[in-house]
């Protein structure tokens, strides 16, 4: 299993990517909108680095300022995700963090961007995304 992103929600989504962009060398993706309307539209950036790793900054108008104990969204890092291979491989971790008691933000489900990922709280309620990478 391997570390797959992190995420930042943000009100200033070009400020924050340039940022990245000249500070640390991040190669931005073309800039994804999703089709659907959420109280806002959700656009999101993914920011890849020579190690590999990558950085996905996200904005959506109805994400307030704030912090991110016990589950809650806000600006700032969001979520960690760790790749797993396979869909089953996905359900089968999903299907344990589940039944040990952890809390569920997400069930697993395919997404518009390609993920099929699931979402749990940490025992300190930081969102930890499983996914399977597209």
Known sequence: MTLEHVAIWTDQLETLKDFYIRYFGG??????????????????????FDSGARLELMKLPVIPQGD?????????????????????????????????????????????????EACVLDPDGNRVEITVTP
């Open 68 to 116: 991110n104990s016990g589950g809650f969204q806000s600006t700032g890092l969001t979520h960690i995700a760790f790749s797993v291979e396979t869909g089953a491989e996905l359900d089968k971790l999903y299907d344990i963090i589940k039944r040990d008691g952890h809390k569920i933000v997400g069930e697993p489900r395919m997404t518009g961007d390609g993920y099929y």
């Open 27 to 48: 190669i931005p993706n073309e800039k994804y909108v999703s089709e659907k309307e959420f109280d806002g539209r959700f656009e999101s950036y993914f920011l890849s």
